[in-house]
């Protein structure tokens, strides 16, 4: 049936009826796929560029082509002959054909610059005749010559900007002239201002981007003022909009823009919430060190009554201006309180936690700290965020205010117990831990503490009995020495030594309740205290420190200094053995690094945003790029990952892709550890250990070409008896067609067997599939679920050949990926000093995407491009990574077409980079 269509509209097109030949190309337009742009699209070029064409179908070729294009570039093959008869196209009498043909090149134009750099002089020329109106006057529209062909011409002029004195000029001279003839008539009717607005927008646009006349933007940044005082709303979101666009493009123009900032605080107040967002966020890009505290003051005034809808956005940005800009960091205490006292609800934990670690790091705050918070516990209304600021850190300064009237040990005892029975249960365990430290920083009410701790001592919860009788035994006459050596102050956060084993996640992780007790510096206070806090959980994990290869694997040994070898007390009564593990036969000769090691999982580090998120420990629901690397977490009752379904009975027939239980069923919580490990080192190297235990070591080695990718991986049985009945099942995903080869039915003892895998990517994803090994060993049915080590980046590229991007192509492209989900941005600290030679090799090596050199005039900044290869075609990815080596903190931007590349690419960078070696 398809050919018969395509022969009937390849005759209309041949037809001297332009009616038949416009409805075929409108035909084409609408419902033209793969098979008919490669069959048609000749026709429709030959109509185009014919001299004997009327202008009506040579208006419809041109966007019947341009339709074409967006679907299959492949139809295109560009030479030398049709470039001139493209740009003869533009100086064609009929503007509805210059019109279209503008529309097709800046198409075009965007995949291949280089070729029509030429034309940019033509569009100037085109700007010029329009200006001097010498086209037909039926091109008017009501009074103002041709908008849509300026408005055409300009976004071209972005694409491919003059790059010759002359022609720079001369657009100097074209910008100028449009902001003087556009002078809004009194009389102007709605027709005629929206299309003198439309011009002066996209003059406007061209000027932020080009960014290279200061009297230009002068002249715009007074256009924007004019804009955002506007009577009609659409204008005052587009104006608030572009000046947003131009604080971000050019940092410096705060002195020009300040004297708008009470329109931009005043348009808080506007009735839409899409104003009240733009101003937000313009206020925010406007904020410099100069004009912080009236920002932050104007922030806070209005955070106390505006909308739901933006009231945790509004709360965030707040919380990173004030450490961005902090003068003091007392100031920056201040602003942090207040923020919970007005909007409580949400202040994420991260953003009061990254206040302690503030206050501990510095001690010439940690008395004014401790002052003000405890004169904030004592006003009504109060936050259950401020009671846990309250106790972290009177728990370890409130000595420091003893003396101070009203704030002796017992009054801040009843203060912060005053507040026990109404807040969760995480935070009455942070209390009991509260309640510790006084007794070993105040012996005398160490009796009016050991009393509440009794009252708890058979408490229903699991957690505050534990800390209860842990406590409880802590505070005996006899163990005074004992107590001061666990409960002794926190040392300052040191980053390195937290955060050297621990996976990266997105987010600092803190313990479940935040115990100022337990954060010590041999992490005793954790076996002592039952988990009370920090950091001194102990998993597993491979260990290794060189991610991606490049020397020799490390092993991570795990110490616990006054801690038994028996195990840990964690939350919840579960304990973990500290022991090292046995070293275990590597079978599989597919790289290194195989052998697990204890390591420790130390509290997140501080850095340029927040801080350590002190929550507790939840079920795993799947290792998923969009939370960094797995979190160690009971697996019991875990989520299943999107498309998991029942577990697969055991048996050679059920091997293949089909549904699979639960992620993490069959894994104890340090295989678990050493699982998530090597997962996350898989992420950037093409082969390595997937799992592996006293009977069954799984690895893999991968490939990967364009949207295929191929993997075999080796099972290798360790132990002394053979693995029978041994199936393995795929997880079958909507986002990737899986063939699987044949998998072994059995294993012999000491042998070794492998299973093929292919498969293409369909679109993107932020999780790995499962794989579900069963089999049976010694009568006994074994099942494991381990991810699959497939991750969205390994299709990545550098860009193809022919399309290498050098430095002002990427600022081309960078400034054309701008709307709603092409950018995806996150500012995080890194959790080991950043090495700058390892992040070059990070992406270079790992990633396999372009680090380009001399476009960023920092030399610790990266700019990198790449190419993400899907099965519905390749996207062009862009990206930006800026280092402070002083905050040790990242900020990564991602730039593309589709949004899901640009934020699941971003959490994969940010997983690795924030982790460290």
Known sequence: ???????????????????????????????????????????????????????????????????????????????????????????????????????????????????????????????????????????????????????????????????????????????????????????????????????????????????????????????????????????????????????????????????????????????????????????????????????????????????????????????????????????????????IRIAGDYVSDEIWFRVIKIVTNNEDIQEYAARNVFKSLKVEPWHENMVKVGGYILGEFGDLIVNQPGSGPMDQFKTLHSRFGAVSISTRALLLSTYAKFANLFPEIKSNIREILTQHQDHIEVEIQQRACEYLRLTVPNAEQLLQTILEAIPPWDEKAETAAEPAKKRYTAPTDGSSAAKTENGGAAAAAGGAGAGAAVGTGSGLVDLIGMGAPQQVTATATAVSQQGLAMPGGATRSVGQAAAQLSLLDIGTGSQPATTPAAAGAGGFGFGATPTGAGPLTGFSANIGAPEVAPIVGAGVMPGAGPAASAGPESSGVGPTAALGTGLTEEQRASVQTMWRRLCLVSEGVIFQDANLQIGMKSEYNGAEGRVMIYFGNSSTMPLTKFSVVIQNVPYLNIQCGPAPTVIASRAQATQPLKFQVLREFPDSPCMQVSYVNVNKQVTHVVPLPIFLSKFLSPPAEGAAVAGPTFLQKWKLLVGPGMESQEIFPSKVPIDITWVHKVFAQGFKISVLEGVDPLKNNFVLAGTLTLADGPVEVLARLETNMEANVYRITVRSSRSASSEFLKALFVSQLQAGQ
């Not at 572009?242 to 329109?263: C, E, F, V, W």
């Open 1 to 339: 049936m398809v050919p018969l269509i395509i022969n009937s509209l390849q005759e209309d097109l041949q037809s001297r009826s332009e009616h038949n030949a416009c409805l075929a190309l409108s035909t084409i337009a609408t419902i033209g796929g793969k098979d008919m742009s490669e069959s048609l699209a000749p026709h429709v070029m030959n109509l185009l560029i014919s001299t004997t064409t009327p202008s009506a179908v040579r208006k419809k070729a041109a966007l019947c082509f341009l339709r074409l294009y967006r679907r299959n570039s492949q139809i295109l093959q560009l030479d030398n002959n049709l470039l001139q008869k493209f740009f003869a196209l533009l100086e064609d009498h009929d503007l509805g054909v210059v019109n279209s043909t503008i529309a097709l090149i800046s198409e075009i134009a965007q995949n291949d610059p280089a070729s029509f750099e030429l034309a940019t002089p033509r569009i100037l020329k085109i700007l010029l005749k329009v200006q001097n109106l010498e086209y037909s006057r039926e091109y008017m529209y009501h009074s103002v010559p041709h908008p849509w062909v300026q408005v055409r011409c300009l976004r071209f002029l972005k694409i491919i900007p003059p790059s010759q004195k002359a022609h720079l000029d001369q657009l100097t001279q074209i910008l100028q002239k449009t902001f003087n003839n556009t002078e809004m008539p009194r009389n102007a009717t709605e027709n005629q201002r929206n299309a003198i607005n439309a011009v002066l927008f996209e003059a406007i646009s061209l000027v932020i981007h080009l960014d290279y006349d200061q009297g230009l933007t002068a002249t715009v940044v007074n256009f924007l003022g004019r804009f955002i005082s506007a009577r009609e709303t659409n204008v005052r979101y587009l104006g608030l909009e572009a000046m947003a666009h131009l604080t971000q493009s050019d940092s410096n123009q705060g002195p020009l823009l300040r004297k708008y900032q009470k329109i931009v605080v005043a348009a808080l107040q506007e009735s839409d919430i899409s104003l009240r967002r733009r101003s937000l966020e313009l206020l925010y890009n406007m904020c410099d060190r100069e004009s912080s505290k009236e920002i932050l003051v104007e922030l806070l005034n209005y955070l106390a009554a505006c909308d739901v809808a933006i009231k945790e956005e509004l709360v965030v940005k707040i919380a990173i201006l004030a450490e961005k800009f902090s003068q003091t960091y007392a100031w920056y205490v201040d602003v942090i309180l207040q923020l």
